[in-house]
């Protein structure tokens, strides 16, 4: 609960103006929409998260969406060595300080 207490509810959007003026995410993968609306879901059984689901539902694929830092190595190759690749040297983030910066009116 503290992360989104404490960090990724301050990231872009934070206002109902922003959330509304962005265009509203859905998966093309029923899988992927059902276990994001179940986890949403479950949130509710978090003390300190109850009533925070549907903010919660609506925001956080729009924060990725606007924070999202994707990190690799050697990006510019067009393929990586062997079936994995470069899997453990890859990953995504969320911009944190940059939110502040880019996002401020």
């Known amino acids: 609960p503290s992360m989104w207490l ?3 509810s301050n990231l872009y959007p934070r206002d109902a103006v ?3 003026a962005s ?10 929409f059902a276990q994001f609306e179940q ?6 059984d978090v003390p300190e998260l109850r009533g925070k689901s549907t903010e919660i539902s609506k925001r956080i694929p729009l924060i990725i969406r606007y924070n999202v830092l994707s990190m690799e190595t050697c ?13 453990e040297l890859s990953g995504v983030g ?3 300080w940059p939110s502040f910066f ?3 009116s």
Do not use: F
Not at 39 to 44: G, I, P, R, T
Not at 75 to 87: I, Q, R, Y
């Open 18 to 20: 922003d959330i509304e």
């Open 102 to 104: 880019n996002h401020d």
């Open 75 to 87: 990006p510019e190759m067009l393929s990586h060595p062997g079936p994995t690749g470069h899997v």
């Open 94 to 96: 969320l911009y944190y």
């Open 6 to 8: 404490d960090k990724v």
């Open 39 to 44: 986890m949403v879901k479950e949130l509710e």
């Open 23 to 32: 265009p509203v995410w859905i998966s093309k993968d029923d899988d992927i």
